[in-house]
């Protein structure tokens, strides 16, 4: 998975989710917009999309990592899910919960007063 899976959606308009500032292997700094968080297996993963990148760009899609923390000083750390076939059942996951909430949201529209 590379990063060009684009939700392609409504259900993402007018959302803003926190954003978070990540540091690369090279030091470059890049924002996240974080979108969701779940566990699965015993471990947490965040889905993310690029803050500062036009949807129409290539390089746009999701991004999800893996919530670490430091054992030393307890703080967050987001780190790279290498396992292909974790990372596709972790999407899958995160696609299921995004398509349920928006499901969600229109049969309440239309439910009883």
């Known amino acids: 998975m ?21 540091e690369d292997e090279d030091g470059n700094e890049f924002e996240l917009e974080h979108i969701d968080s779940l566990e699965y297996d015993g471990e947490d993963y965040s889905l993310f999309l690029p803050a500062n ?38 999407y899958d996951l995160f696609m299921e919960r995004l398509y349920s909430d928006e499901e969600g949201e229109d049969t309440d529209e239309g439910g009883a007063e």
């Open 2 to 22: 590379d990063g060009n899976n684009i939700y392609e959606n409504d259900a993402m308009d007018g959302f803003e989710g926190e954003l978070v500032t990540i």
């Open 53 to 90: 990148t036009d949807p129409d760009d290539p390089d746009y899609g999701f991004i999800i990592l893996r919530e670490e923390y430091d054992g030393g000083t307890q703080e967050l750390a987001y780190n790279s899910v290498d396992d292909e076939e974790l990372l596709v059942k972790v």
